[in-house]
């Protein structure tokens, strides 16, 4: 049996990761107000889905590079990977009204603040 080689993700991965997935987000979200989300169980699940990928990312961003969320507060690295256990783990207990808040500011400031590292980095964000 051939195994795959797993290559190593560099910081700029997964800041492309928080861009793509904010962006997935943003899609979702499109014309979307607080009365719809609350009344779309497929919506939540779908902006739920997105929080969790952003929240994933940060924190193997905070693995990989502790200081950044120093260097770059408006990333919220850590509070973008403790929602990320929260969605994961505490599924049961999610309060919709964090969850909006979540996906329609939080994650925004963070994918813009990921976007600026990128360029910041000499990448293309």
């Known amino acids: 049996m051939a195994y795959a080689m797993t290559m190593r993700r560099t910081g700029l991965d997964w800041l492309s990761d928080i861009v793509e997935w904010g962006n997935r987000l943003d899609k979702h979200l499109a014309g979307v107000n607080w009365e719809s989300f609350l009344n779309s169980p497929l919506l939540q699940d779908a902006t739920s889905k997105c929080a969790e990928a952003v929240g ?12 950044l969320d120093n260097t770059y507060p408006d990333l919220q690295l850590r509070l973008a990977h ?11 207990t999610i309060d919709t009204a964090i969850l909006w808040a979540t996906v329609s500011e939080a994650i925004p400031r963070t994918v813009a603040a990921a976007r600026k590292v990128i360029r910041d980095r000499g990448g293309s964000g």
Do not use: F, T, V
Not at 56 to 67: C, R, T
């Open 82 to 92: 403790m929602s990320r256990n929260k969605l994961s783990h505490g599924y049961y």
């Open 56 to 67: 994933e990312a940060a924190g193997q961003l905070l693995e990989i590079d502790p200081e």
